[in-house]
């Protein structure tokens, strides 16, 4: 009998073990799902947005900073609101999320200018992911965040049903 109460009792303390495990990593799911829609703000907070990016698959000596994207990257101003909402819904997607500070420098892929007429305009630099590994990236050049895997990929996508306001140049 002592045997059969220590046994439910494990089985019991394993359950709950695997439910506060799942309620937290829910909780988590959810926190970073707000952090994303917070730091993005709506379609409505939005009035146009200015997007550079470089070609992909581009190797350079060294990382490229937001001023070597204004200099030779592909421009994309958007003034379309349709334009402009899938952009803000790309990048409410992204699962961007902010992340421990990190000393490696941003190879710079891709700058995201999101103005509006009432607020302070939100600036995006995000480097190239590669493979199944995050963005990382810098809010208003002062908070280091992250995006999901596939941002690269949804900004590649985006960018080619635009038409880029400067030549792009490798």
């Not at 909780?27 to 730091?39: E, F, H, P």
């Not at 990048?91 to 421990?100: M, Q, S």
């Not at 999101?114 to 493979?131: A, D, I, Y």
Request: with cysteine; net charge neutral.
């Amino acid at each position: 009998m002592k045997t059969f109460i220590k046994s439910n009792a494990s089985q019991y303390l394993a359950i709950a073990g695997l439910a506060c495990f799942l309620a937290a990593s829910s909780a988590s799911a959810i926190a970073q799902d707000a952090s994303s829609k917070q730091i993005i703000g709506s379609r409505a907070d939005y009035t146009s947005a200015h997007v550079l990016t470089l070609p992909a698959g581009t190797l350079y000596r060294q990382d490229q900073k937001e001023s070597d994207l204004r200099r030779y990257g592909c421009a994309y101003e958007v003034n379309d609101k349709a334009a402009l909402d899938a952009l803000v819904d790309l990048l409410r997607n992204a699962g961007i999320v902010d992340e421990p500070p990190f000393s490696a420098g941003i190879d710079a892929r891709f700058v995201i200018y999101l103005r509006s007429g009432t607020s302070q305009p939100v600036k995006l630099v995000f480097t190239q992911n590669v493979g199944d590994n995050p963005a990382h990236g810098i809010y208003n050049d002062s908070l280091s965040v992250r995006a999901n895997e596939d941002f690269a990929a949804a900004m590649r996508r985006w960018t080619a049903q635009q038409v880029s306001a400067a030549p792009c140049r490798p």
